[in-house]
């Protein structure tokens, strides 16, 4: 840890690189003290928790780009697929019939 970096409160918890657990801070924590859980999340993710569960965690920009990248999901509308794909959603199964859910469609 440099000199800047004030070391951490009882309300966190450091990073363990044997076990993989990160340095996790309580909301009201990150809050009090968030520039130096800033500066810290550009060595390792900083976990933030309310109570007592992971809610956010914070992660340096480039790793969080480099994290994006590899999300390659996008939604699709159906008259954006290819004829292949519609006719292959037109096969595919459904689920049962559900005609006492029917008068919601109108």
């Known amino acids: 840890m440099d000199d800047k970096t004030p070391p951490p409160t009882p309300a966190a918890t450091n990073f363990e690189p044997r076990t993989g657990k990160y340095l996790t801070v309580t909301a009201t924590e990150f809050q009090t003290r968030a520039g130096a859980y800033i500066e810290r999340s550009g060595k390792a993710p900083v976990v933030i928790t309310k109570h007592s569960r992971p809610a956010r965690v914070l992660v340096d920009f480039d790793e969080y780009e480099r994290l994006k990248s590899h999300d390659t999901r996008r ?16 096969l595919g199964y459904q689920g049962e019939a559900t005609p006492e859910l029917d008068h919601l469609l109108d």
Not at 76 to 90: C, F, K, S, T
């Open 75 to 90: 939604a699709l509308y159906p008259r954006e697929l290819g004829p292949e794909a519609r006719d292959a959603l037109d």
